[in-house]
Protein backbone atom coordinates (compact mmCIF):
# COMPACT_ATOMS: atom_id res chain seq x y z
CA UNK A 1 0.00 0.00 0.00
CA UNK A 2 1.36 3.61 -0.91
CA UNK A 3 -0.14 6.89 0.46
CA UNK A 4 0.60 10.57 -1.00
CA UNK A 5 -0.21 14.02 -1.49
CA UNK A 6 0.68 17.47 -1.97
CA UNK A 7 1.47 20.79 0.51
CA UNK A 8 -1.84 22.53 -1.16
CA UNK A 9 -4.93 20.23 -1.03
CA UNK A 10 -6.85 22.61 -3.27
CA UNK A 11 -4.48 22.01 -6.08
CA UNK A 12 -5.02 20.15 -8.90
CA UNK A 13 -2.00 17.79 -9.08
CA UNK A 14 -0.99 14.86 -10.27
CA UNK A 15 -1.37 11.07 -8.89
CA UNK A 16 -0.27 7.25 -9.97
CA UNK A 17 -2.10 5.52 -12.08
CA UNK A 18 -4.53 3.49 -9.87
CA UNK A 19 -4.55 5.62 -7.26
CA UNK A 20 -8.18 6.20 -5.43
CA UNK A 21 -8.79 9.31 -2.67
CA UNK A 22 -8.40 7.85 1.08
CA UNK A 23 -11.90 9.83 0.95
CA UNK A 24 -14.24 11.62 -1.28
CA UNK A 25 -13.09 15.08 0.06
CA UNK A 26 -9.74 14.41 0.21
CA UNK A 27 -6.52 15.48 -1.52
CA UNK A 28 -4.95 12.16 0.02
CA UNK A 29 -4.87 9.09 -2.06
CA UNK A 30 -4.38 5.62 -1.88
CA UNK A 31 -2.24 2.95 -4.50
CA UNK A 32 -3.38 -0.41 -3.69
CA UNK A 33 -4.86 -1.87 -0.76
CA UNK A 34 -4.18 -0.45 3.21
CA UNK A 35 -6.23 0.70 6.14
CA UNK A 36 -6.86 4.09 6.59
CA UNK A 37 -9.04 6.12 8.57
CA UNK A 38 -10.41 9.68 8.58
CA UNK A 39 -12.55 12.28 10.55
CA UNK A 40 -13.83 15.89 9.86
CA UNK A 41 -14.11 18.47 11.97
CA UNK A 42 -17.90 19.80 11.56
CA UNK A 43 -16.78 22.53 9.04
CA UNK A 44 -15.52 20.00 6.51
CA UNK A 45 -12.42 22.14 6.39
CA UNK A 46 -10.21 20.24 8.84
CA UNK A 47 -9.83 16.20 8.22
CA UNK A 48 -7.40 14.06 10.24
CA UNK A 49 -6.34 10.96 8.50
CA UNK A 50 -4.74 7.28 10.10
CA UNK A 51 -2.82 5.75 7.16
CA UNK A 52 -2.16 2.37 8.29
CA UNK A 53 -2.94 -0.41 11.01
CA UNK A 54 -3.69 1.61 13.88
CA UNK A 55 -5.31 0.33 17.35
CA UNK A 56 -7.45 3.72 17.98
CA UNK A 57 -10.80 3.14 18.93
CA UNK A 58 -13.92 4.75 17.34
CA UNK A 59 -14.26 7.13 20.07
CA UNK A 60 -10.96 8.19 19.98
CA UNK A 61 -11.06 8.49 16.39
CA UNK A 62 -13.59 11.27 17.05
CA UNK A 63 -11.94 13.16 19.70
CA UNK A 64 -9.29 14.05 17.07
CA UNK A 65 -11.59 15.70 15.02
CA UNK A 66 -12.45 18.59 16.86
CA UNK A 67 -8.97 19.45 18.88
CA UNK A 68 -5.60 19.68 18.71
CA UNK A 69 -3.68 16.66 17.85
CA UNK A 70 -1.74 15.39 20.60
CA UNK A 71 1.73 15.00 20.50
CA UNK A 72 1.89 10.94 21.41
CA UNK A 73 -0.23 10.99 18.49
CA UNK A 74 2.53 9.06 16.28
CA UNK A 75 3.12 6.23 19.14
CA UNK A 76 0.13 6.45 21.42
CA UNK A 77 -1.53 3.12 20.02
CA UNK A 78 -0.26 -0.23 18.35
CA UNK A 79 0.38 -0.54 14.88
CA UNK A 80 2.30 0.84 12.16
CA UNK A 81 0.69 4.17 11.06
CA UNK A 82 1.51 8.02 9.90
CA UNK A 83 -1.40 10.46 10.83
CA UNK A 84 -2.12 13.37 8.49
CA UNK A 85 -3.78 16.79 9.02
CA UNK A 86 -5.15 18.50 5.62
CA UNK A 87 -5.97 22.30 6.79
CA UNK A 88 -6.83 24.91 4.24
CA UNK A 89 -3.33 26.73 4.40
CA UNK A 90 -0.95 23.33 4.96
CA UNK A 91 -0.57 19.58 5.18
CA UNK A 92 0.85 18.67 8.71
CA UNK A 93 2.14 15.19 8.87
CA UNK A 94 3.21 13.36 12.23
CA UNK A 95 5.82 11.00 11.69
CA UNK A 96 6.12 7.40 13.09
CA UNK A 97 8.69 7.69 15.57
CA UNK A 98 10.25 4.36 14.46
CA UNK A 99 10.52 4.47 10.74
CA UNK A 100 8.22 1.46 10.03
CA UNK A 101 5.77 3.57 8.22
CA UNK A 102 8.57 5.91 6.67
CA UNK A 103 7.09 9.52 4.72
CA UNK A 104 9.13 10.83 1.77
CA UNK A 105 9.20 14.45 0.50
CA UNK A 106 10.11 15.74 -2.83
CA UNK A 107 9.88 19.67 -3.97
CA UNK A 108 7.63 19.46 -7.36
CA UNK A 109 6.43 22.84 -8.96
CA UNK A 110 6.50 25.39 -6.26
CA UNK A 111 4.73 23.00 -3.72
CA UNK A 112 5.93 19.72 -1.82
CA UNK A 113 4.99 16.06 -2.67
CA UNK A 114 4.90 13.54 0.38
CA UNK A 115 4.83 9.68 -0.35
CA UNK A 116 5.35 6.91 1.52
CA UNK A 117 6.81 5.49 -1.53
CA UNK A 118 10.31 6.83 -2.21
CA UNK A 119 10.62 5.17 -5.60
CA UNK A 120 7.05 6.77 -6.45
CA UNK A 121 8.11 10.28 -5.60
CA UNK A 122 11.44 9.85 -7.77
CA UNK A 123 9.31 8.78 -10.76
CA UNK A 124 7.20 11.95 -10.88
CA UNK A 125 10.46 14.51 -10.74
CA UNK A 126 12.26 12.39 -12.36
CA UNK A 127 15.28 11.67 -10.09
CA UNK A 128 18.35 9.44 -11.17
CA UNK A 129 20.05 7.02 -8.01
CA UNK A 130 21.77 8.89 -4.65
CA UNK A 131 25.12 6.94 -5.40
CA UNK A 132 26.32 8.70 -2.21
CA UNK A 133 23.43 6.83 -0.57
CA UNK A 134 24.13 3.85 -2.48
CA UNK A 135 27.95 3.99 -1.66
CA UNK A 136 26.92 4.49 2.47
CA UNK A 137 24.79 1.37 1.89
CA UNK A 138 27.28 -0.91 0.52
CA UNK A 139 30.71 0.04 2.42
CA UNK A 140 29.48 1.75 5.77
CA UNK A 141 25.61 0.41 6.46
CA UNK A 142 26.51 -0.10 10.47
CA UNK A 143 26.31 4.07 10.59
CA UNK A 144 22.91 4.94 9.46
CA UNK A 145 23.99 8.20 10.66
CA UNK A 146 25.83 9.13 7.27
CA UNK A 147 22.56 8.59 5.73
CA UNK A 148 20.82 11.14 7.54
CA UNK A 149 17.29 12.13 5.18
CA UNK A 150 18.73 10.92 1.88
CA UNK A 151 17.16 8.16 0.01
CA UNK A 152 18.46 6.11 -2.70
CA UNK A 153 17.09 8.77 -4.98
CA UNK A 154 18.52 12.38 -5.57
CA UNK A 155 16.16 15.35 -4.38
CA UNK A 156 13.88 12.86 -2.58
CA UNK A 157 14.37 12.87 1.14
CA UNK A 158 12.92 11.32 3.99
CA UNK A 159 10.62 13.02 6.86
CA UNK A 160 12.32 13.01 10.30
CA UNK A 161 10.95 9.96 12.05
CA UNK A 162 9.12 11.22 15.56
CA UNK A 163 8.08 14.75 14.09
CA UNK A 164 5.03 16.82 13.60
CA UNK A 165 6.09 18.44 9.96
CA UNK A 166 3.83 21.29 8.85
CA UNK A 167 3.75 21.76 4.73
CA UNK A 168 3.03 25.02 3.71
CA UNK A 169 0.35 25.18 0.77
CA UNK A 170 3.17 28.06 -0.58
CA UNK A 171 5.48 25.71 -1.05
CA UNK A 172 7.44 27.50 1.47
CA UNK A 173 9.74 25.66 3.88
CA UNK A 174 8.60 22.70 6.19
CA UNK A 175 8.47 23.81 9.16
CA UNK A 176 9.56 20.57 11.74
CA UNK A 177 9.35 19.91 15.30
CA UNK A 178 10.36 16.95 16.83
CA UNK A 179 7.98 15.07 19.11
CA UNK A 180 9.09 12.11 20.64
CA UNK A 181 12.50 11.55 22.83
CA UNK A 182 12.53 8.27 24.65
CA UNK A 183 13.08 9.83 28.42
CA UNK A 184 14.15 7.35 30.67
CA UNK A 185 10.54 5.87 32.62
CA UNK A 186 10.77 4.31 35.75
CA UNK A 187 6.89 4.02 36.49
CA UNK A 188 6.07 0.38 36.05
CA UNK A 189 8.70 -2.48 35.39
CA UNK A 190 10.19 -3.04 31.82
CA UNK A 191 9.30 -6.80 31.24
CA UNK A 192 5.63 -5.51 32.35
CA UNK A 193 5.53 -2.58 29.81
CA UNK A 194 7.20 -4.48 27.14
CA UNK A 195 4.55 -7.65 27.39
CA UNK A 196 2.05 -5.08 27.35
CA UNK A 197 3.22 -3.39 24.30
CA UNK A 198 3.44 -6.27 22.52
CA UNK A 199 0.70 -8.25 23.84
CA UNK A 200 -1.35 -4.87 22.19
CA UNK A 201 0.16 -4.64 18.96
CA UNK A 202 -0.06 -8.60 18.18
CA UNK A 203 -3.64 -8.44 19.50
CA UNK A 204 -4.36 -5.72 16.67
CA UNK A 205 -3.01 -7.73 13.82
CA UNK A 206 -5.32 -10.40 14.77
CA UNK A 207 -8.24 -8.49 15.09
CA UNK A 208 -7.60 -7.05 11.70
CA UNK A 209 -6.96 -10.79 10.27
CA UNK A 210 -7.66 -13.63 12.55
CA UNK A 211 -6.15 -16.04 10.02
CA UNK A 212 -3.16 -14.71 9.98
CA UNK A 213 0.05 -17.29 10.06
CA UNK A 214 3.09 -16.84 12.01
CA UNK A 215 7.11 -17.63 11.88
CA UNK A 216 8.09 -19.96 14.59
CA UNK A 217 11.75 -20.27 14.21
CA UNK A 218 12.40 -21.43 17.50
CA UNK A 219 14.14 -18.17 18.38
CA UNK A 220 12.49 -16.16 21.64
CA UNK A 221 11.44 -13.08 19.14
CA UNK A 222 9.44 -15.02 17.09
CA UNK A 223 7.73 -17.44 19.50
CA UNK A 224 6.80 -14.92 21.67
CA UNK A 225 5.24 -13.12 18.50
CA UNK A 226 3.53 -16.42 18.00
CA UNK A 227 2.22 -17.64 20.98
CA UNK A 228 0.73 -13.67 21.82
CA UNK A 229 -0.91 -14.57 18.59
CA UNK A 230 -2.23 -18.04 18.99
CA UNK A 231 -4.43 -16.80 22.35
CA UNK A 232 -5.30 -13.79 20.99
CA UNK A 233 -7.14 -15.93 18.22
CA UNK A 234 -10.73 -16.56 18.31
CA UNK A 235 -11.69 -20.36 20.46
CA UNK A 236 -12.77 -21.33 17.04
CA UNK A 237 -9.53 -20.92 14.93
CA UNK A 238 -6.03 -22.37 15.76
CA UNK A 239 -2.80 -20.22 14.52
CA UNK A 240 -0.92 -21.62 11.25
CA UNK A 241 2.77 -21.48 12.66
CA UNK A 242 5.48 -22.27 10.24
CA UNK A 243 9.00 -23.59 11.01
CA UNK A 244 11.24 -23.59 7.58
CA UNK A 245 13.79 -26.32 8.08
CA UNK A 246 16.46 -27.76 5.34
CA UNK A 247 15.08 -30.48 3.36
CA UNK A 248 15.70 -33.80 4.55
CA UNK A 249 16.91 -32.58 8.32
CA UNK A 250 14.88 -32.22 11.01
CA UNK A 251 17.10 -32.31 13.62
CA UNK A 252 18.36 -28.61 13.75
CA UNK A 253 18.18 -26.88 17.32
CA UNK A 254 15.83 -24.12 15.88
CA UNK A 255 13.40 -27.03 15.02
CA UNK A 256 13.31 -28.87 18.20
CA UNK A 257 12.28 -25.54 20.35
CA UNK A 258 9.59 -24.47 17.76
CA UNK A 259 8.07 -27.68 18.22
CA UNK A 260 8.57 -27.60 22.35
CA UNK A 261 6.46 -24.35 21.94
CA UNK A 262 3.60 -25.74 19.65
CA UNK A 263 3.32 -29.04 21.60
CA UNK A 264 3.14 -26.80 24.79
CA UNK A 265 -0.01 -24.68 23.35
CA UNK A 266 -1.91 -27.84 21.63
CA UNK A 267 -5.07 -26.53 20.75
CA UNK A 268 -4.12 -22.99 19.60
CA UNK A 269 -0.94 -23.66 17.53
CA UNK A 270 -1.32 -26.02 14.29
CA UNK A 271 2.80 -26.32 13.50
CA UNK A 272 3.21 -26.36 9.95
CA UNK A 273 7.33 -27.89 8.90
CA UNK A 274 8.10 -26.28 5.78
CA UNK A 275 11.55 -28.05 3.97
CA UNK A 276 13.54 -25.86 1.98
CA UNK A 277 15.06 -27.52 -0.59
CA UNK A 278 18.75 -26.52 -3.08
CA UNK A 279 16.73 -23.79 -5.05
CA UNK A 280 16.06 -21.68 -1.79
CA UNK A 281 19.40 -21.49 -0.50
CA UNK A 282 21.36 -17.75 -0.25
CA UNK A 283 21.93 -15.89 -3.37
CA UNK A 284 19.80 -17.77 -5.54
CA UNK A 285 18.06 -15.73 -8.21
CA UNK A 286 18.38 -12.13 -6.40
CA UNK A 287 18.02 -10.24 -9.27
CA UNK A 288 14.37 -12.26 -9.37
CA UNK A 289 13.57 -8.89 -6.66
CA UNK A 290 10.51 -6.61 -7.57
CA UNK A 291 11.81 -2.95 -7.50
CA UNK A 292 11.40 -1.19 -4.16
CA UNK A 293 12.52 1.46 -2.48
CA UNK A 294 15.75 0.68 -1.67
CA UNK A 295 17.74 -2.48 -1.41
CA UNK A 296 15.47 -4.82 0.73
CA UNK A 297 17.47 -7.03 3.54
CA UNK A 298 15.68 -10.36 2.19
CA UNK A 299 17.43 -9.93 -1.19
CA UNK A 300 19.84 -12.32 -0.68
CA UNK A 301 17.61 -15.02 0.88
CA UNK A 302 14.86 -13.95 -1.62
CA UNK A 303 14.23 -17.24 -2.94
CA UNK A 304 13.58 -19.21 0.69
CA UNK A 305 11.34 -16.12 1.45
CA UNK A 306 9.18 -15.86 -1.46
CA UNK A 307 8.85 -19.81 -1.41
CA UNK A 308 8.01 -19.80 2.06
CA UNK A 309 5.30 -17.11 1.51
CA UNK A 310 4.10 -18.42 -2.05
CA UNK A 311 3.12 -21.76 0.03
CA UNK A 312 2.04 -20.17 2.66
CA UNK A 313 -0.19 -18.53 0.12
CA UNK A 314 -1.49 -21.60 -1.39
CA UNK A 315 -1.34 -23.97 1.56
CA UNK A 316 -2.58 -21.88 4.44
CA UNK A 317 -4.20 -19.48 2.40
CA UNK A 318 -2.16 -16.81 4.37
CA UNK A 319 -3.20 -12.87 3.67
CA UNK A 320 -1.43 -11.42 6.77
CA UNK A 321 1.76 -13.12 7.89
CA UNK A 322 3.92 -11.90 11.49
CA UNK A 323 7.91 -11.98 11.80
CA UNK A 324 9.97 -11.77 14.86
CA UNK A 325 12.23 -9.20 12.36
CA UNK A 326 13.01 -6.53 14.38
CA UNK A 327 13.42 -8.62 17.83
CA UNK A 328 17.39 -8.10 17.93
CA UNK A 329 17.58 -4.59 17.08
CA UNK A 330 15.09 -3.86 19.79
CA UNK A 331 16.31 -5.91 22.38
CA UNK A 332 20.18 -6.07 23.13
CA UNK A 333 22.44 -3.84 23.92
CA UNK A 334 25.31 -2.10 21.90
CA UNK A 335 28.56 -2.40 22.80
CA UNK A 336 28.42 1.57 23.88
CA UNK A 337 26.19 0.56 27.11
CA UNK A 338 29.54 0.07 28.94
CA UNK A 339 30.69 3.76 28.05
CA UNK A 340 27.24 4.86 29.97
CA UNK A 341 27.82 2.34 32.78
CA UNK A 342 31.44 4.35 33.29
CA UNK A 343 29.21 7.85 32.62
CA UNK A 344 26.64 7.21 35.35
CA UNK A 345 29.52 6.14 37.92
CA UNK A 346 28.50 2.17 37.63
CA UNK A 347 31.81 1.20 38.43
CA UNK A 348 31.07 -2.46 39.49
CA UNK A 349 28.61 -3.01 36.92
CA UNK A 350 30.63 -1.93 33.93
CA UNK A 351 33.45 -4.23 35.39
CA UNK A 352 31.16 -6.63 35.52
CA UNK A 353 29.97 -6.43 32.40
CA UNK A 354 32.63 -6.01 30.19
CA UNK A 355 34.43 -9.41 31.75
CA UNK A 356 31.18 -11.35 31.00
CA UNK A 357 31.34 -9.51 27.16
CA UNK A 358 34.37 -10.57 26.76
CA UNK A 359 34.23 -14.37 27.46
CA UNK A 360 31.53 -14.41 25.28
CA UNK A 361 34.02 -12.65 22.62
CA UNK A 362 37.23 -14.46 23.36
CA UNK A 363 38.76 -11.35 23.94
CA UNK A 364 40.70 -9.18 26.80
CA UNK A 365 38.79 -6.96 29.31
CA UNK A 366 41.44 -4.31 29.53
CA UNK A 367 41.48 -3.30 26.03
CA UNK A 368 37.40 -2.67 25.95
CA UNK A 369 37.33 -1.07 29.22
CA UNK A 370 40.05 1.37 27.59
CA UNK A 371 37.41 1.40 24.73
CA UNK A 372 34.87 2.14 27.02
CA UNK A 373 36.54 4.83 29.02
CA UNK A 374 37.40 6.58 26.17
CA UNK A 375 33.51 6.76 24.38
CA UNK A 376 32.36 8.13 27.66
CA UNK A 377 34.21 11.12 26.93
CA UNK A 378 33.21 11.35 24.06
CA UNK A 379 30.24 13.24 22.35
CA UNK A 380 28.60 12.08 19.26
CA UNK A 381 29.64 14.95 17.79
CA UNK A 382 33.35 14.16 18.42
CA UNK A 383 32.49 11.15 17.23
CA UNK A 384 31.15 11.74 13.70
CA UNK A 385 34.45 14.16 13.19
CA UNK A 386 36.52 11.21 14.22
CA UNK A 387 34.40 8.97 11.85
CA UNK A 388 34.80 11.74 9.19
CA UNK A 389 39.05 11.40 9.26
CA UNK A 390 38.74 7.40 9.36
CA UNK A 391 36.07 6.05 7.71
CA UNK A 392 37.77 4.35 4.69
CA UNK A 393 40.32 2.91 6.29
CA UNK A 394 41.67 -0.17 5.02
CA UNK A 395 41.61 -3.10 7.43
CA UNK A 396 39.88 -1.76 10.08
CA UNK A 397 37.13 -3.94 11.98
CA UNK A 398 35.15 -2.20 14.90
CA UNK A 399 32.73 -5.14 15.43
CA UNK A 400 31.89 -5.73 19.51
CA UNK A 401 34.43 -2.74 20.25
CA UNK A 402 32.96 0.16 22.15
CA UNK A 403 32.32 2.77 19.62
CA UNK A 404 29.89 5.02 18.52
CA UNK A 405 30.30 4.36 15.11
CA UNK A 406 31.74 0.83 14.95
CA UNK A 407 33.63 0.56 11.28
CA UNK A 408 33.65 -2.46 9.14
CA UNK A 409 36.47 -3.39 6.99
CA UNK A 410 36.76 -1.50 4.16
CA UNK A 411 37.47 -4.00 1.02
CA UNK A 412 40.38 -4.01 -1.21
CA UNK A 413 37.67 -4.37 -3.99
CA UNK A 414 36.29 -0.74 -3.82
CA UNK A 415 37.68 1.87 -5.52
CA UNK A 416 38.84 5.66 -4.64
CA UNK A 417 35.18 7.45 -5.48
CA UNK A 418 33.45 4.97 -2.73
CA UNK A 419 35.96 6.46 0.00
CA UNK A 420 35.37 10.01 -1.03
CA UNK A 421 31.54 9.94 -1.09
CA UNK A 422 32.02 8.14 2.75
CA UNK A 423 34.29 11.17 3.72
CA UNK A 424 31.30 13.72 2.27
CA UNK A 425 28.53 11.88 3.81
CA UNK A 426 30.30 11.61 7.25
CA UNK A 427 30.90 15.06 7.23
CA UNK A 428 27.38 16.15 6.90
CA UNK A 429 26.27 15.56 10.11
CA UNK A 430 28.68 17.31 11.85
CA UNK A 431 27.39 20.60 11.85
CA UNK A 432 23.54 19.51 11.58
CA UNK A 433 22.09 19.72 15.51
CA UNK A 434 21.34 16.43 16.81
CA UNK A 435 17.39 16.27 17.06
CA UNK A 436 17.83 13.87 20.16
CA UNK A 437 20.37 15.74 22.57
CA UNK A 438 20.47 15.12 26.30
CA UNK A 439 20.38 10.87 25.61
CA UNK A 440 22.53 8.27 26.63
CA UNK A 441 24.88 7.28 23.68
CA UNK A 442 23.38 3.37 23.56
CA UNK A 443 20.18 5.17 23.45
CA UNK A 444 21.31 7.37 20.70
CA UNK A 445 23.02 4.30 18.93
CA UNK A 446 19.54 2.13 19.29
CA UNK A 447 17.63 4.78 18.03
CA UNK A 448 19.55 5.18 14.68
CA UNK A 449 19.47 1.31 14.33
CA UNK A 450 16.06 0.67 14.91
CA UNK A 451 15.20 3.23 12.58
CA UNK A 452 17.77 1.61 9.97
CA UNK A 453 15.87 -1.94 10.40
CA UNK A 454 12.54 -0.57 10.62
CA UNK A 455 12.94 1.67 7.23
CA UNK A 456 14.24 -1.44 5.34
CA UNK A 457 12.11 -3.59 6.69
CA UNK A 458 9.54 -1.97 4.60
CA UNK A 459 11.37 -3.09 1.64
CA UNK A 460 10.76 -6.89 2.81
CA UNK A 461 7.31 -6.18 2.85
CA UNK A 462 7.38 -4.61 -0.74
CA UNK A 463 8.67 -8.15 -1.56
CA UNK A 464 6.03 -9.80 0.05
CA UNK A 465 3.23 -8.28 -1.47
CA UNK A 466 4.54 -9.04 -4.69
CA UNK A 467 3.48 -12.92 -3.40
CA UNK A 468 0.16 -11.61 -2.09
CA UNK A 469 0.94 -11.51 1.69
CA UNK A 470 0.68 -8.56 4.02
CA UNK A 471 4.30 -8.41 6.02
CA UNK A 472 4.15 -7.36 9.34
CA UNK A 473 7.39 -6.86 12.40
CA UNK A 474 5.14 -6.56 15.62
CA UNK A 475 8.33 -5.31 16.91
CA UNK A 476 8.95 -2.37 15.11
CA UNK A 477 6.25 -0.83 15.99
CA UNK A 478 6.75 2.18 17.42
CA UNK A 479 4.62 1.58 20.81
CA UNK A 480 7.32 -1.41 21.20
CA UNK A 481 10.49 0.93 20.63
CA UNK A 482 9.21 3.23 23.28
CA UNK A 483 8.61 0.80 25.58
CA UNK A 484 11.98 -0.34 25.55
CA UNK A 485 14.18 2.61 24.79
CA UNK A 486 12.70 4.15 27.98
CA UNK A 487 14.40 1.80 30.85
CA UNK A 488 16.31 3.43 32.92
CA UNK A 489 20.11 2.42 32.88
CA UNK A 490 19.82 0.76 36.35
CA UNK A 491 17.10 -2.18 34.59
CA UNK A 492 18.63 -2.02 31.30
CA UNK A 493 19.64 -6.08 30.54
CA UNK A 494 23.56 -6.59 30.74
CA UNK A 495 25.64 -6.13 27.19
CA UNK A 496 26.18 -9.48 27.40
CA UNK A 497 22.66 -10.74 28.22
CA UNK A 498 20.68 -13.07 25.71
CA UNK A 499 17.15 -10.56 25.78
CA UNK A 500 16.71 -11.21 29.50
CA UNK A 501 13.82 -8.70 29.25
CA UNK A 502 11.82 -10.30 26.99
CA UNK A 503 12.24 -13.58 28.98
CA UNK A 504 10.36 -12.04 31.80
CA UNK A 505 7.87 -10.24 29.96
CA UNK A 506 6.64 -13.61 28.27
CA UNK A 507 6.95 -15.24 31.70
CA UNK A 508 4.39 -18.52 31.82
CA UNK A 509 3.68 -18.41 28.52
CA UNK A 510 7.18 -20.10 26.60
CA UNK A 511 8.43 -23.40 27.59
CA UNK A 512 11.37 -22.88 29.84
CA UNK A 513 13.73 -24.86 27.44
CA UNK A 514 12.92 -22.05 25.20
CA UNK A 515 13.05 -18.91 27.57
CA UNK A 516 16.16 -20.74 28.93
CA UNK A 517 17.66 -20.37 25.16
CA UNK A 518 20.89 -18.33 25.06
CA UNK A 519 21.66 -18.96 21.19
CA UNK A 520 20.28 -18.60 17.56
CA UNK A 521 20.51 -21.38 14.83
CA UNK A 522 23.21 -20.24 12.50
CA UNK A 523 22.64 -20.16 8.65
CA UNK A 524 25.73 -19.81 7.77
CA UNK A 525 26.72 -22.88 6.28
CA UNK A 526 24.15 -22.27 3.68
CA UNK A 527 24.92 -18.52 2.85
CA UNK A 528 28.55 -20.91 1.95
CA UNK A 529 26.94 -23.44 -0.29
CA UNK A 530 24.71 -20.82 -2.01
CA UNK A 531 27.50 -18.84 -2.79
CA UNK A 532 29.32 -21.72 -3.85
CA UNK A 533 26.29 -22.67 -6.50
CA UNK A 534 25.39 -19.27 -7.54
CA UNK A 535 29.07 -18.13 -8.36
CA UNK A 536 28.95 -18.15 -12.05
CA UNK A 537 25.33 -15.59 -11.66
CA UNK A 538 27.35 -13.60 -8.81
CA UNK A 539 30.03 -13.03 -10.98
CA UNK A 540 28.25 -11.77 -13.94
CA UNK A 541 26.85 -8.49 -11.68
CA UNK A 542 30.29 -7.67 -10.36
CA UNK A 543 30.63 -5.58 -13.60
CA UNK A 544 27.45 -3.97 -13.38
CA UNK A 545 25.93 -1.05 -12.35
CA UNK A 546 27.79 0.13 -9.30
CA UNK A 547 30.99 -0.31 -11.96
CA UNK A 548 29.35 2.34 -13.99
CA UNK A 549 28.78 4.57 -11.00
CA UNK A 550 32.35 4.04 -10.23
CA UNK A 551 32.10 2.03 -6.57
CA UNK A 552 33.62 -0.58 -7.42
CA UNK A 553 36.47 -2.73 -9.34
CA UNK A 554 34.67 -5.93 -10.88
CA UNK A 555 38.47 -7.76 -11.39
CA UNK A 556 39.03 -7.28 -7.55
CA UNK A 557 35.14 -8.28 -6.24
CA UNK A 558 35.21 -11.18 -8.24
CA UNK A 559 38.44 -12.51 -6.32
CA UNK A 560 36.93 -11.56 -3.49
CA UNK A 561 33.93 -13.60 -4.34
CA UNK A 562 35.95 -16.87 -5.58
CA UNK A 563 37.97 -16.88 -2.36
CA UNK A 564 34.61 -16.62 -0.50
CA UNK A 565 33.07 -19.74 -2.04
CA UNK A 566 36.49 -21.40 -1.48
CA UNK A 567 35.64 -21.07 1.88
CA UNK A 568 38.42 -18.81 2.36
CA UNK A 569 37.85 -16.77 5.97
CA UNK A 570 36.59 -13.04 4.82
CA UNK A 571 33.98 -10.69 6.10
CA UNK A 572 30.81 -11.46 3.85
CA UNK A 573 28.74 -8.09 5.44
CA UNK A 574 30.15 -6.10 2.92
CA UNK A 575 30.69 -8.22 0.12
CA UNK A 576 26.67 -8.73 0.49
CA UNK A 577 26.01 -5.26 0.82
CA UNK A 578 27.53 -5.06 -3.04
CA UNK A 579 25.41 -7.77 -3.78
CA UNK A 580 21.94 -6.75 -2.68
CA UNK A 581 22.50 -3.15 -3.88
CA UNK A 582 23.14 -4.32 -7.56
CA UNK A 583 20.36 -6.50 -7.44
CA UNK A 584 18.01 -3.40 -6.22
CA UNK A 585 19.89 -1.60 -9.38
CA UNK A 586 18.83 -4.19 -11.86
CA UNK A 587 15.23 -4.54 -10.29
CA UNK A 588 15.02 -0.65 -10.65
CA UNK A 589 16.36 -0.33 -13.98
CA UNK A 590 14.32 -3.16 -15.23
CA UNK A 591 11.34 -2.83 -13.60
CA UNK A 592 8.86 0.11 -15.11
CA UNK A 593 8.50 3.45 -13.15
CA UNK A 594 5.30 3.88 -11.06
CA UNK A 595 3.29 6.21 -13.71
CA UNK A 596 1.54 9.61 -12.93
CA UNK A 597 -1.62 10.49 -14.18
CA UNK A 598 -4.12 13.31 -13.94
CA UNK A 599 -7.07 10.95 -13.04
CA UNK A 600 -8.26 9.13 -10.00
CA UNK A 601 -9.43 5.27 -10.35
CA UNK A 602 -12.93 6.49 -8.33
CA UNK A 603 -13.78 4.87 -5.54
CA UNK A 604 -17.03 3.32 -5.20
CA UNK A 605 -17.33 4.67 -2.06
CA UNK A 606 -17.13 8.55 -3.61
Known amino acids: MIFGGFSDPHKPQPWPAGA ?29 LILGLCGATS ?9 KLPDDIGWRWPGSYTVVEEAEDAVTVYSDPASASPVYLAAYKGEWAWCTSARTLASLIGAP ?114 T ?105 RAASEAFGWARLRHSKVLPLLSDATKAARTSRRQALTNLARTVGTPGRNDQGSVRWFPLLPFPAWAEPTARRLLVQAAREPIAAPDKLPGLDGSVRVLVDEIREVARTAAADAD ?18 MDTVLRTPIGQRPPLHAYKPQLSQAMAGLLPPAVAARTTKGSFDADHYAGLRANLPDLLALTDGHLTGLGLINPTSLGRALCGAAAGIPSP ?14 VAHHRDPAPAWTSEYARSTHD
Not at 21 to 40: C, D, E, I, K, Q
Not at 574 to 585: G, M, N, R, V
Open 244 to 348: VHPEGDTSGADLHYACLTADAHEGHITHHLLPMAAEHLPYTRITAVTATDEPAPSTLTQARLTGQLRWMRSELASHTHLTGDGGDSVLFQPPLHLADLIRHRHWK
Open 129 to 242: VDTQRLACSVFLPSAPVLAGSRTFFTGVEQLPPGSRIELPADGSSPRCTTLWQPDADSAESPAQRLRSALTGTVALRVAADPALSCDLSGGLDSTSVAVLAAHAIPPSRQLNAV
Open 59 to 67: FEMQCLAGS
Open 572 to 585: LATLEQALAAEAWL
Open 463 to 480: LAASCGIDLHNPFLDAAV
Open 20 to 48: MPVTARSATWRLGGGAARSVSNDSGRRRV
